[in-house]
């Protein structure tokens, strides 16, 4: 199954995207500095809920420790490595988030601060832009933000190791990546865990993606 990624129009996205300051200007942020990345075909996308700082220093989705554990669980799924990014960020995954830009700490310190639903509200329409531009056949949503804004109030019990379907695309939820989860971290859920590694691996070989010679299951 070939990717039907409209290669122009998520580059057109992706250089309006670049240039958008929508929540400084409204003063949600005190810079805007959206991630972008250069358009290419995929057949999965990966929405997290934010940059962090990592990722806001690099210009790179993903590229804290949250990256590790996400390619982590991607590569126990079989799915290859990528090549572009400095973390193995899938070459057949496009990765994005709820927001695009560093919404900074937290006002208690510790952590960053997630996006209010006001400047979700503002990013949401390149997001369903994106998603329409990329044309994936699964969505994976990386924590509780990302799993409520595409399938509505949900607890990650009742979200992990599960696969849902949102808009005829197969959705696979994770819990959030970044290694601070405490649900994620609990040794209770994984087995949860284990379950939506097992589910995208399925959804891996559905979608006619090779099984990478070096995966761990
Ligand atoms: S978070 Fe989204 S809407 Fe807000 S400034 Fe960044 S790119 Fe624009």
């Known amino acids: 199954m070939p990717p039907q990624t409209d290669i122009r129009r998520l580059q057109a996205l992706m250089d309006r995207v670049a240039s ?5 200007e409204a003063g949600f942020l005190t810079e805007a500095r959206p ?58 995954a496009w990765i994005t988030s709820l927001t695009r830009c560093f919404p900074g700490p937290s006002v208690s310190g510790n952590g960053d601060r997630a996006p209010s639903p006001k400047e979700m509200a503002l990013c949401r329409p390149y997001l369903v832009e994106e998603i329409d531009a990329v044309d994936p056949g699964l969505l994976v949503l990386v924590g509780a933000m990302a799993i409520r804004a595409f399938l509505g109030p949900m607890k990650l019990d009742d979200a992990v190791g599960r696969r849902f379907e949102s808009n005829g695309r197969a959705v696979i939820p994770f819990p959030h990546s970044s290694g601070v989860s405490r649900w994620a971290n609990a040794p209770e859920n994984r087995a949860r865990i284990a379950l939506a590694v097992a589910l995208l691996g399925e959804e891996r070989e559905r979608l006619g993606i090779p099984d990478a010679p070096n995966a761990s299951s």
């Not at 958008?20 to 400084?24: A, F, V």
């Not at 972008?36 to 809920?49: E, F, K, L, M, P």
């Not at 990592?54 to 490595?81: D, K, M, N």
């Open 20 to 24: 958008c300051r929508l929540c400084q």
């Open 35 to 92: 991630i972008t990345a250069a358009a290419r075909a995929a057949r999965v996308i990966i929405v997290g809920q934010a940059p962090g700082p990592v990722t806001h220093r690099e210009g790179i989705h993903f590229a804290g420790p949250a990256g590790r554990t996400l390619a982590t669980w991607f590569e126990q799924a079989g799915f290859p490595p990528g090549v572009e990014h400095k973390w193995p960020h899938l070459s057949s």
